[in-house]
């Protein structure tokens, strides 16, 4: 198995880990193919809020990412393609947390 591909599997077992740490039920799809879930082949994980949402979760780990989306003196970083709808970049503990209060 190639490194990223090994890089790629540890980190979802990683995110499952702290989401579960956080009390959030979350399930890694076999082999990274959503279809093991009965979701799209793009899903990496499903996460069960205690009752709250169901969420779908395509996990991308890279040597490095764009500083914009690192910027430690902001919270959440929103960003949007021309014509494409916004999407809020936060960090993963900070989430977490939005979803814990929810329930």
């Known amino acids: 198995m190639p490194n990223s591909a090994r890089k790629?599997?540890?980190y979802e077992r990683e995110l499952v880990n702290q989401c579960e740490d956080a009390g959030i039920?979350?399930?890694?799809?076999?082999?990274?193919?959503?279809?093991?879930?009965?979701e799209h082949k793009n899903c990496d994980l499903k996460l069960s809020v205690p009752d709250g949402p169901e969420l779908t979760v395509q996990a991308k780990r890279r040597a490095n990412v764009g500083g914009?989306?690192?910027?430690?003196?902001?919270d959440l970083v929103a960003v949007r393609e021309?014509?494409?709808?916004?999407?809020?970049?936060v960090p993963l503990d900070?989430?977490?947390d939005l979803l814990?209060?929810?329930t």
């Open 8 to 10: 790629g599997k540890r």
């Open 25 to 38: 039920r979350a399930t890694r799809a076999y082999a990274s193919n959503g279809e093991a879930l009965g």
């Open 82 to 89: 021309d014509r494409g709808p916004s999407l809020a970049v």
């Open 68 to 74: 914009y989306l690192t910027d430690e003196h902001t």
């Open 100 to 102: 814990q209060r929810d």
């Open 94 to 96: 900070l989430f977490l």
